[in-house]
């Protein structure tokens, strides 16, 4: 039979007490679509099977690994983890869990298409989602609140595969989940949480649990083999209605009411059956039954299914503010009708039964706060909810909530406390909110109601509760009274007392009608049905009285009257006449109704309610005699008499009998009987008149005495019974805010030791693996290290520092320098704290034990989060390193030795044949003005022994003694730049002004008047650091030689710049240019193209801006110029 149980098609239920998160399209019984039945066992779909979402987070990993280790590795599922994860570390659940199953088990991508024989493990920092059997990733968000993963992935799942979802929740410390979990079960799916004793931590399943939205509790191994189960069974959505009416015949669901009933004092034979049938189904399924027999004896032996199967049926789903539109309808049309002419001392009376967890009733009661916040008149609010469950209403009491994304920010601030991880209606909110346990069905309703909010719970109900709910809520009503039902919900025929006021969401308000019909507020339990015997339509209580009624009524009658009788209930309704009651009642025109005192004849309505109020109130009988009515045209005098009926039965019931008496001469009717001159006298018409309404006064009088009576006695009452309440409640306040006060530390302090336990438990799995890394690289890499602390304690050190330095393990935690190394390191104190202040890196090479060379490298401690919390001291043996570098240096030093020597010897060789062949050019250079002199000596000579007058100058002497200097001039300049050229001038460096050092070179120049010279230097060119007197003859030979080259005139620039940490002068002129093959020797000694020059001029030059460690460049061409550039480095400056 398992592998025939399958489930009608769904929808959305709710039974008194249970709320919906989403609508239905229509009533389980209108589904029109047809069924189709899949096979239990079917592979060729695609879809065919199940998916499981599992939820964990502190000590998840275990209990999970438990469970994969007892699944095989064939099973047609595929499992989801979602775990709680720290964002900000990589995860390894996918390394662990591999080691432990022999499923697939691989970390989720978005896009991911699930397979069967899966595990599919959540990344870190992300929300996931399924759709299509698909797997979607997005980052994690954060707003304002706190992160589930859980929740967000099993509401997906639920959305996706409907009956197929299959919700596990494992070992954690949150509340995230049980939304996850509600959604599955409402969709039909299978819902499984761990066992406290197998738990690492309970909270999340508890919550779950607490939440009545798990199907199983169970450890973690006997999960697995459940999964197994349902993989080889599973869940199928649909099934056709002729085979849920074999599986549940209406005599087996007769009994399951009887004992529901009976446990429970709900009864739901009016309930809509195929809604229940499902559930008991389901049920069936859950626990493997096979024969309703078994499950039938299951329910009366075993009180805890019982209890599942109640609540099952009872499915709390609900949320704040669902629907917005409805309490934007309410807002703008029910609030100001219901204030008009509303008094500060009049409170708004609200009614919500079916209230399950509280979420609308707290949302309902912040928007009527918010739209007083904008009137002018507060009145106190009051808002009665009501359910049958306990359950839902001890949550609904406490008011404490996981976040949801239907409540603004701003409502969160203003309306809610946050207390660990959830969030908590405030007192103000919470004072307003009645929660109260009752059967809408079956016990007596709340009155003078402003509204009454009763959204999708008829849509549940048979017919006959829907008829009996109606008329208790239109006498709930005040008459401007609105009634407020779900989206597919109507007032059906009752619509003779409710008025549309709002068709779209259901929003009615209540007609003035004058008469009510019978209320009928005791329950309505079946009779015992024969086993076998179809279910007959049953009659109300308000339409027939049990038969003790009739017993006592025959009773009465048979000792004591024989006239004319009705027997009313309560309400005034006729339940049974007796006799001829013609004469004393009529039906009234109209709508028909059997209210006795709308039939009464003519005359008696008052007499008649005057005696029904007093025989309630005292309950004794009754008699009003001579009463003058009009029946048929004719005036009779009747006698009545009102007699309360003394039954078992919870509302009374009276029996009011009717007799006609004689008339006496002083009544009415003898008086219209009599006629003739005495009626003349009284003018009859007009007595009569009289008569009849002295009558009425009279007995107005005594029946407005006895209400003010009642309503004095009344209020005495209630004044003290207010007293009394007041005082209670006071007490109770108190008691109640030290232990929200206790419970609110111990719940906070509970969550900090939750999160901290639950974060130490992740850590401590990326410490293993981490520990095992050391570990490995430790014995891999051959070099000691020793770690220490920002105190220089030793904190750890590798195997191999143990040999090195004789380290103990009671070396732990002492300082560095406490222990000898057998290292000669100077100032390693300073050198470490240095590295730890500064986060910088250094080295240093010592010598060790036994002599050996190490380098110690010496690193700051980097924590995680990038804070220095020590050092680290590596020690690098390079002994074979400082060995063979001892060996290069000596082989070094001994090339050094002999490039040396040999270098010496080429300079010598050089300076020796760079000397000679000088002097030979010297030599050659000297003699021609030496020859010129003494030749010009002889001449001189000759002069002046043909000088006939010594005495006289002789222009010849005067010429050869003026060629004679100007030949030693020659000759000494020769000299001098061959000094200048030899000797290596050092440089004494001063900062000095270069237009200063251009103007010096000018004024020590004759310049022709035809040749222009003019000179600038770049905005702030700075003070250059040179020797003035070196650099003054370098710049007086560059601008000599740019004279010489422009023999007809011309032009000299000279210009000064910067660039590039460079100061540059250049000298252009506009002479005749350098040919090419002139450029590559100019600057050699000794090569002129002069006929009476040296050659010494331009190597003078470059060797004087050399030893400024410039350069000078050179650019011409022939016929347009040349220039020369001196480029000096700046950083020789200040």
Not at 678 to 695: I, N, T
């Amino acid at each position: 039979m398992v592998q025939k149980l399958v489930e009608l098609r769904r929808v959305k239920k709710r039974h008194v007490g249970a709320r919906e998160r989403k609508l239905v399209s229509r009533p389980a019984e209108s589904t029109t679509r047809k069924s189709t039945e899949v096979l239990v066992g079917d592979r060729t779909r695609d879809d065919s099977f199940s998916i499981v979402g599992i939820g964990a987070s502190a000590g998840g990993l275990e209990a999970f690994t438990q469970l994969l280790q007892d699944l095989p590795s064939t099973i047609n599922m595929a499992l989801v983890l979602v775990q709680h994860l720290d964002p900000t570390y990589k995860s390894l659940l996918t390394e662990l869990l591999s080691r432990t199953t022999k499923l697939a088990v691989e970390e989720v991508t978005d896009g991911t298409r699930v397979k069967p024989g899966h595990v599919y493990v959540i990344p870190p920092n992300t929300t996931m989602t399924i759709s299509k059997r698909t797997l979607h990733l997005k980052p994690r968000v954060e707003i304002d609140r706190r992160h589930t993963p859980i929740d967000q992935f099993l509401e997906s799942l639920a959305e996706d595969q409907k009956s197929r979802a299959i919700g596990v929740i494992l070992s954690g410390t949150s509340m995230d989940g049980i939304h996850g979990l509600r959604a599955i079960k409402d969709e039909g799916g299978i819902t499984i949480a761990q066992d406290e004793k197998s738990a690492k931590y309970y909270d999340l399943p508890r919550s779950a649990v607490a939440a009545g939205c798990v199907d199983l509790i169970l450890r973690p191994q006997d999960i697995a083999q459940e999964l197994v189960k349902l993989s080889q069974h599973p869940y199928v959505p649909y099934l056709e209605t002729e085979t849920a009416e074999k599986l549940l015949p209406q005599s087996d669901l007769d009994k399951i009411f009887s004992l529901l009933r009976k446990a429970t004092g709900v009864d739901f034979a009016d309930y809509k059956h195929a809604t229940i049938k499902r559930r008991i189904l389901r049920r069936m399924l859950i626990l493997k039954t096979n024969k309703m027999e078994d499950y039938l004896n299951n329910l009366k032996t075993n009180p805890g299914e019982l209890s599942s199967l109640f609540q099952d049926i009872l499915i709390n789903v609900t949320g704040f503010f669902r629907e917005p539109q409805t309490f934007d309808a309410l807002k703008q049309e029910v609030f100001p009708n219901i204030m008009k002419k509303r008094s500060a001392d009049d409170p708004i009376r609200i009614w919500i039964p079916g209230c399950s967890t509280g979420e609308e009733v707290y949302s309902l009661a912040i928007i009527l706060v918010e739209y007083l916040d904008h009137s002018s008149v507060h009145p106190p609010i009051q808002i009665f909810a009501t359910d049958v469950n306990e359950t839902v209403l001890e949550k609904a009491r406490d008011g404490v909530y996981a976040a949801s994304a239907s409540i603004s920010a701003e409502r969160l601030r203003r309306f809610f406390a946050k207390t660990n991880g959830s969030y908590q209606v405030n007192k103000t909110i919470r004072r307003m909110c009645v929660f109260a346990r009752q059967d809408v069905t079956a016990d007596p309703p709340f009155s003078k109601l402003d509204i009454i909010i009763c959204r999708n719970l008829l849509i549940y109900l048979g017919p006959a509760l829907q008829k009996k709910l109606l008329p208790i809520f239109h006498y709930s009503l005040k008459p401007t009274g609105f009634l407020v039902l779900g989206d597919f919900e109507t007032v059906g025929a009752f619509d003779n007392i409710f008025k549309v006021a709002n068709k779209r969401f259901k929003i009615y308000s209540k007609k003035p009608v004058v008469t009510r019909k019978p209320l009928d507020f005791s329950t309505t339990y079946i009779a015992e049905r024969q086993v076998g015997k179809p279910a007959v339509n049953r009659p109300s209580e308000s339409q027939f009285p049990e038969p003790e009624i009739f017993k006592e009524a025959d009773r009465i009658l048979l000792t004591k009257y024989t006239p004319a009788s009705v027997i009313v209930n309560s309400e005034l309704e006729i339940i049974q006449f007796r006799g001829r009651t013609g004469s004393f009642l009529e039906p009234a025109p109209g709508k028909a109704s059997l209210n006795v005192l709308k039939m009464a004849r003519e005359g008696m309505m008052t007499d008649l309610r005057n005696a029904l109020d007093r025989a309630k109130r005292t309950g004794e009988t009754v008699r009003k005699e001579a009463i003058a009515i009009r029946s048929d045209g004719k005036y009779l005098d009747v006698n009545l008499e009102v007699v309360p009926l003394k039954t078992n039965q919870t509302q009374p019931s009276f029996l009011v009998a009717f007799e006609e008496s004689l008339p006496n001469p002083g009544s009415s009717v003898a008086l219209r009987r009599t006629g003739g001159e005495k009626s003349k006298k009284l003018k009859r018409a007009e007595d009569l008149k009289l008569v009849r309404l002295q009558q009425e006064l009279s007995a107005t009088k005594d029946y407005l005495q006895s209400i003010i009576e009642d309503k004095e006695a009344a209020n005495e009452e209630l004044k003290a019974a207010n007293e009394e309440i007041q005082s209670a409640n006071e007490e109770l306040q108190s008691t109640n805010e030290e232990l929200e006060t206790s419970k609110e530390e111990l719940q906070s302090t509970n969550e900090e030791l939750t999160t901290v336990n639950e974060e130490l438990q992740n850590r401590n799995l990326e410490l293993t693996q981490v520990n095992n890394d050391m570990t490995n690289l430790n014995a891999s890499v051959n070099v000691p290290v020793l770690m220490m602390g920002s105190d220089l304690r030793l904190r750890r050190w590798g195997p191999l520092a143990d040999k090195l330095f004789n380290l103990k393990a009671s070396d732990l935690g002492r300082s560095i320098f406490d222990i000898n190394l057998g290292f000669q390191i100077p100032d390693l104190k300073e050198t470490i704290n240095e590295v730890v202040d500064n986060t910088i890196s250094k080295e240093i090479e010592a010598k060790g034990p036994q002599g050996h060379w190490f380098l110690v490298r010496i690193g700051p401690y980097r924590t995680a989060d990038n804070k220095i919390e020590g050092a680290v001291l590596a020690f690098v043996d390079i002994d074979r390193l400082k060995q063979g570098e001892a060996k290069l240096r000596a082989r070094s030093e001994h090339l050094e030795d002999l490039v040396e020597e040999r270098s010496r010897m080429l300079s010598n060789t050089t300076r020796l044949a760079a000397i000679g062949e000088t002097a030979g050019m010297v030599g050659h250079d000297l003699r021609n003005p030496l020859q010129t002199i003494i030749n010009t000596i002889h001449l001189a000579k000759e002069a002046m022994k043909t000088n006939s007058a010594p005495t006289e100058k002789d222009p010849r002497v005067e010429n050869a003694l003026e060629t004679i200097r100007e030949q030693a001039d020659f000759m000494n300049k020769i000299v001098s730049d061959l000094q200048d050229y030899a000797k290596q001038s050092k440089p004494t460096f001063v900062e000095y002004d270069v237009q200063r050092l251009i103007n010096d070179s000018l004024s020590s120049i004759p310049v022709p008047k035809s040749v222009e010279v003019s000179s600038s230097l770049e905005t702030g060119f700075p003070k250059l650091k040179v020797d003035p007197g070196l650099l003054r003859r370098a710049f007086t030979n560059i601008i000599t030689n740019a004279l010489q080259a422009m023999p007809d005139g011309g032009k000299l620039k000279i210009r000064a710049w910067t660039s590039h940490n460079i100061a540059a002068v250049s000298f252009q002129d506009t002479g005749i240019g350098i040919p090419e093959d002139v450029k590559a020797k100019m600057f050699n000694p000794l090569f002129t193209t002069r006929e009476k020059g040296v050659g010494l001029g331009l190597a003078v030059t470059k060797r004087l801006i050399e030893a400024h460690k410039g350069e000078i460049k050179v650019f011409s061409k022939v016929g347009e110029g040349t220039t020369l550039t001196v480029e000096i480095p700046l950083d020789l400056r200040r």
